[in-house]
């Protein structure tokens, strides 16, 4: 009986090598061979689905803008009534405009333009004295609260007239030197558009320094004069020297209106420029 036993699983391997050597030699599957995918549909075709609309894609061309001008461009309602809001805009601009051209200064100074930056240029004995000035950042804010107009009462008459007084550069260069005097002057914010006849000056000046005719730019490392803590003696002698070379109040008046005129029309230039932007003109 043991010996049955022993020779019932050598019988089962020798039917089991028969079985193999009957059998058709094929490989096994790899259990880690990647899953065939099941779609290939375009990234378009991806965002379909059924009963819905196609949204245009990111990579699609854009078609003509909804106003069929055909330019391509992005147009909204928004845009639309932006242009028609700065139409009108300059179109009110203009009617205030006092000068159609810029006013000329009194006492031979030539006027260069240059953008925002303006140039008067005077010479005098032997003295080339020139004053710039950049109308940039040069209306003052209003003072006091904003009051509620009155019933009946136009908004337009509560609008004050805004004025320009930008801060200007005077450079004083004498004949056959190569230094020139560079005084910075402004208009005090405290005192604009106040009438105070013991103050006699309707401007100041801030610094004063000596720069080199010869550098384009001048240098931080030249020494330079602050007039808050200028004794009145001194400061007093150079308002004098500027008044000497034409720099006075009727200048500082005069330079005002230049500069207002100056910053209203390049005002009126940026609006049209901004609605032609909008526009996509």
């Not at 019932?8 to 899953?35: D, K, W």
């Not at 992005?74 to 932006?82: M, N, P, R, Y």
Request: aromatic share 6%; proline share 6%.
């Amino acid at each position: 009986m043991l010996q049955l036993l022993r020779c019932v699983p050598r019988a089962l391997g020798t039917a089991v090598a028969g079985l193999l050597v009957a059998a058709p030699s094929q490989p096994l599957p790899r259990l880690l061979q990647p899953a065939s995918r099941l779609c290939a549909r375009p990234f378009g075709l991806l965002s379909v689905r059924a009963g819905s609309v196609q949204q245009p894609s990111l990579l699609r061309p854009r078609g003509a803008c909804a106003c069929g001008c055909g330019c391509g461009g992005l147009h909204t309602e928004g845009d639309k009534a932006f242009a028609e809001f700065l139409s009108d805009e300059i179109k009110e601009e203009k009617k205030i405009q006092k000068h159609k051209s810029l006013p000329k200064m009194s006492g031979g100074w030539d006027l260069e333009v240059n953008g925002t930056e303006a140039k008067l240029v005077r010479k005098v004995a032997g003295e080339k004295i020139t004053v710039t000035f950049n109308i940039n950042n040069s209306i003052p804010p209003p003072y006091g609260e904003e009051e509620e107009p009155s019933e009946g009462q136009k908004v337009e008459e509560q609008e004050p007239e805004l004025t320009s007084t930008p801060n200007f550069v005077v450079e004083v260069i004498k004949d056959g030197t190569k230094k020139a005097l560079v005084l910075d002057c402004h208009y005090p914010e405290d005192e604009i558009g106040q009438e105070d006849e013991a103050q006699s000056d309707i401007f100041s000046i801030k610094e004063v320094s000596f720069q080199s005719t010869d550098d384009s730019d001048w240098k931080d490392t030249n020494y330079t004069l602050n007039t808050d803590s200028l004794d009145w003696g001194l400061y007093d002698h150079l308002m004098d020297f500027l008044a000497d070379r034409g720099v006075d109040n009727t200048f500082a008046d005069e330079l005002v209106e230049l500069s207002t005129a100056l910053e209203h029309q390049e005002y009126i230039t940026f609006l049209e420029d901004l609605r032609g932007f909008v526009k996509n003109q």
